[in-house]
DNA sequence: CTGAAAGCGCTTACAG
DNA sequence: CTGAAAGCGCTTACAG
C-alpha cells in the first residue's frame, strides 16, 4: 500500500526481528565480535565484552540457533531415538541424559521407532539434517545402512541399553544375557526347578529375548528343563502380567517360578495373585527386572535385576558432551553392570 | 597440500555432501524445482518430479533442514515444555503430542524448566531461535514476559493440562479445581468427615493446590472443617505416600479420609497400610488423583479422579497441526474434563 | 509449471 | 584482540 515504506530484505519485517547486525550497531562493533560473546567470550577484550553484554540486555537480542547452525554446519541439539516412549524405561534414560545435557545447553530431540529398524534408520536420516552435536540411539542392533551413515557421520555417537560387542561409536549399557543367567542362577539356587519366561513382544523386544537366553544356558548348565519363552503379543503392562500368570498356571501344573521379563508384568502378577488368593512364592515364585521402585512395596516384595538406567542416560550424555568439546571422554564402551535384589517373591 | 584440489567454498568438503544443488544438476532441473519436489510435490510436473525423485534416491539425498528453517524461517519442529520430566503425568502428554506430531513429519524439542517459571521464560526464548512451527507449553501460568513474548510471536501455542481463562492462543487441559470439589463430594457422600489432603512440594506444584482448594470449597459448603493442605518437600513417590500416612494417622486420630495429590502417592498409602495391617477404608480412606492404571489392581482398589493426559497431549498436537496448515483448527479451548473412578479404598 | 536472483542470520577462515 | 568478505544450503518473491 504505502509506496514509502521502505522495504528491509524481501519482505516488511515486524521491526522486532532483533538480529546479530543491529546488536553490532548498537554495541559499535562489528557482528563477528557480537558473535565471540556469546560463543567464545573469553576471545572478546572486556571492554567490548561489556558494551556487547549491555546491547544485548537493551535489545532483547535471541541469537537465532537455526542460522548459527547452518553457518558452523553443528547444532546444540542432541537427538535420543528409542523404540518407544511407552516404556518407564526409555523414559528414564531420556531423562538422565536431558539432566545432563540441558545443564550444558545443549536441547534434546525426540524420536521413537516403534521398536520399528526401518523406521529407526528413516528416523536417524531425518535427524542427521538438523547438524545434531551428536546422537544416543538405543540398541546396538540397527541396519546396516543405518550403522554405515552413523560411522561415516564422524560425530559422536552412543549406543544405549545394552553392552555389547563392536558398536558403531561409543555404547553405555548392561549385559541382558548376563542378568538372565543371573536371575537364572538365583531362582535354581532357591530351589525352583520348573521356571517358565513370561515377555511382551519378544520379537520386537530383542533385550528382554536375551535374558530369556541367558535364563536358557543357565537352566542347560544346571540340567533343567527350559521352556520355550511365553510371549504375548500386546504391549507390556501391569494387566497383561497378572493375565500371564493366570494362564500359565492353568497350562503348566508343574511350574514352581516365573521370570517376567519386566518388573510392570512382575508386579501385576504379584498384584493379581493376592487378590486371587494365590500364594506366592509358595505356589509359585515371581521375578522380575529393571527394579522400579514400586517392587519393594508390593507384597511379597518383589525379586529383580536393577538396571541403572538414570545414569545410563547420563553417562551417555556426559561422554557425548566431553567428545563435544574435544575432552577426554573415557572409554568407548560401559558396562553399568546389574544388581540383583532379592526380594519375597522368591 | 596438493594444489590441484580444487577448493569448493571455503573448506575441502568431503565427497560427499549432497545437496540440492548436487540433485539439481543431476536430475537436469533448478535447485528450485527440486525444492517444490520436495515441499509442494503437486506444483511440479509429473515429468520432472519423476527426474527428480530418480536423482534424490540415486544420490542419497538428505535435505538440511536447519538451511531449510533459515530460508523459510520456519522449522518442522514443535518444543513441548514441561515442568518436569521425572513424572509419569507429563511423559504421557509428550507421548501423545509425539504421537500426532511424528505422523505428520515433525519432531519434538524437549524442554523441561523444574517447576520454575523463570527457568520457563529462558527456555522458551532460547527454543524460539529454532524457529519452531508451534509450542506446546504446560500450564496456564507463566511470567508476565513469557506470555508477551510468545503472544507477539504469531505462531500456535497450545497450553496443556489445566483448563481455564485467557490462555496465550490454545489451551487444552481440565479444572483442577472442579476436580477435587469432585472428589470432596464422593467422600461427604461416602459418610467421611474429617478429611485431609497431601501432596509434595504443593508450592510448585500449582494445579495439585487447585485440587485442595476445590476440596476446600467443597467441605465449607457442607459445613465441614478442612485442614490446611499437607506438603511434603520431596519429589512425589510411592515411598512418600506411605510415610506420610503414617504420620498424619499419628498426628490427628479423628482422620477419617486422605484426598492424595496423585496416585503415586495414594497407591504408596495403600501399599504401606497393607504392610502395616491398618485397614482401609475402615480406619482411614484413601483416594487419589489421576488414573493410574496400577490403582485398580492395588487392594483395595484406588478411588481416583481418571484424567485423559495422553489424550490432551493428542488434541494439543492436532490442533497445532490445524493451525500450522492454516486448516480449521476448532475451538481455542477445550476442556477434556475428568471421571471419578470408585474403587474399594473409599 | 519452471527458473535466476536475492536473501535468511549467522560463522569460518583469513588478515592484520 | 578485531574485522571485511564469503559462504552455509536452502526458500521467497517475482517474472515468464
Chains 1, 2 share one sequence.
Not at 538480529?19 to 550497531?25: G, P
Not at 530351589?191 to 519378544?202: H, K, M
Not at 501385576?268 to 487378590?275: C, E, P, W
Not at 488368593?277 to 515364585?285: E, F
Amino acid at each position: 500500500m504505502a509506496k514509502s515504506t521502505a522495504r528491509i530484505g524481501r519482505k516488511q519485517l515486524p521491526p522486532a526481528t532483533i538480529t546479530l547486525k543491529h546488536v553490532a550497531e548498537r554495541a559499535g562493533v562489528s557482528p563477528i565480535t557480537v558473535s565471540r560473546v556469546i560463543n567464545t567470550p573469553d576471545a572478546v577484550s572486556e571492554n567490548l565484552r561489556e558494551k556487547v553484554a549491555v546491547a544485548i540486555e537493551a535489545l532483547g537480542y535471541v541469537p537465532n540457533r537455526v542460522a548459527g547452525a547452518l553457518a558452523s554446519a553443528k547444532s546444540r541439539v542432541v537427538p535420543i531415538i528409542v523404540p518407544s516412549l511407552s516404556n518407564i524405561v526409555f523414559l528414564e534414560v531420556i531423562q538422565g541424559a536431558q539432566d545432563v545435557l540441558d545443564a550444558a545447553g545443549f536441547q534434546l530431540l525426540l524420536g521413537d521407532t516403534q521398536f520399528d529398524l526401518e523406521r529407526e534408520q528413516a528416523l536417524a536420516n531425518t535427524l542427521l539434517g538438523w547438524s545434531p552435536a551428536g546422537m544416543i540411539i538405543a540398541g546396538l542392533r540397527h541396519t546396516e545402512r543405518t550403522r554405515a551413515m552413523l560411522r561415516s557421520w564422524h560425530r559422536p555417537v552412543v549406543e544405549v541399553m545394552e553392552y555389547g560387542a563392536r558398536p558403531i561409536d561409543m555404547n553405555v549399557g548392561l549385559s541382558h544375557y548376563k542378568a538372565g543367567d543371573a536371575m537364572g542362577e538365583h531362582l535354581v539356587s532357591r530351589g525352583y526347578r520348573n521356571i517358565a519366561f513370561v515377555g511382551a513382544r519378544l520379537k520386537a523386544d530383542y533385550r528382554a529375548t536375551q535374558r530369556f537366553k541367558g535364563l536358557e544356558r543357565c537352566l542347560k548348565r544346571h540340567g533343567l528343563l527350559c521352556r520355550p519363552p511365553f510371549s504375548q503379543d500386546a504391549i507390556s503392562s501391569v494387566e497383561l502380567g497378572g493375565d500371564a500368570l493366570m494362564r500359565l498356571l492353568d497350562m503348566d501344573k508343574k511350574l514352581d517360578a516365573i521370570f517376567f521379563a519386566n518388573d510392570d508384568l512382575a508386579i501385576g502378577a504379584i498384584l493379581r495373585a493376592q487378590r486371587e488368593g494365590i500364594a506366592v512364592p509358595k505356589r509359585i515364585a515371581i521375578a522380575g527386572f529393571n527394579g522400579l521402585s514400586l517392587g519393594p512395596l508390593v507384597q511379597p516384595s518383589l525379586t529383580t535385576i536393577m538396571s541403572p538406567r538414570q545414569r545410563i542416560g547420563q553417562i551417555a550424555a556426559t561422554k557425548l558432551l566431553a567428545r563435544i568439546h574435544g575432552r577426554d571422554s573415557g572409554a568407548a564402551t560401559v558396562d553399568v553392570g546389574f544388581s540383583l535384589r532379592e526380594g519375597g517373591s522368591t
